[in-house]
Nanobody, 130 residues
């Protein structure tokens, strides 16, 4: 059974940093498509960052230059390093895994489509105060 467990969320002031972790069990993340999404109350789930099986990374325009997605294959863990946090980054952040297509052969917004991911974690809350 695949499990994705996120951690690392919390409350920070604007300009602060956080690193989210997603530990996978029952699923080997190396050479797999993995992603981070976020969702605020009343809003649709938004793709934030993703890394495909080729190691190609994609980011939402709103987080480019501030967020970095990475993997530690030895720990079977996905990370999202977030710096320069803004109040609008406040959301529940979810780890996702298992998109079937490589980004080089998919549309520009493929990585940010929740429906293409097979597995999901329960989320970790990030709150940024001004």
């Amino acid at each position: 059974q695949v499990q994705l467990v996120e951690s690392g969320g919390g409350s920070v002031q604007a300009g602060g940093s956080l690193r989210l972790s997603c530990v996978a069990s029952g699923y080997t993340i190396s050479n797999k498509c993995m992603a981070w999404f976020r969702q605020s109350p009343g809003k649709e789930r938004e793709g934030v960052a993703a890394s495909d099986s080729d190691g190609i990374t994609k980011y939402a325009d709103s987080v480019k230059g501030r967020f970095t997605i990475s993997k530690d294959n030895g720990k079977n863990t996905l990370y999202l390093q977030m710096i320069g946090l803004k109040p609008e980054d406040t959301a529940m952040y979810y780890c996702a895994a298992g998109c079937p297509y490589r980004f080089a052969f998919a549309g520009a917004e493929y990585f940010a489509s929740p429906g293409v991911y097979e597995h999901w974690g329960q989320g970790t809350q990030v709150t940024v105060s001004s």
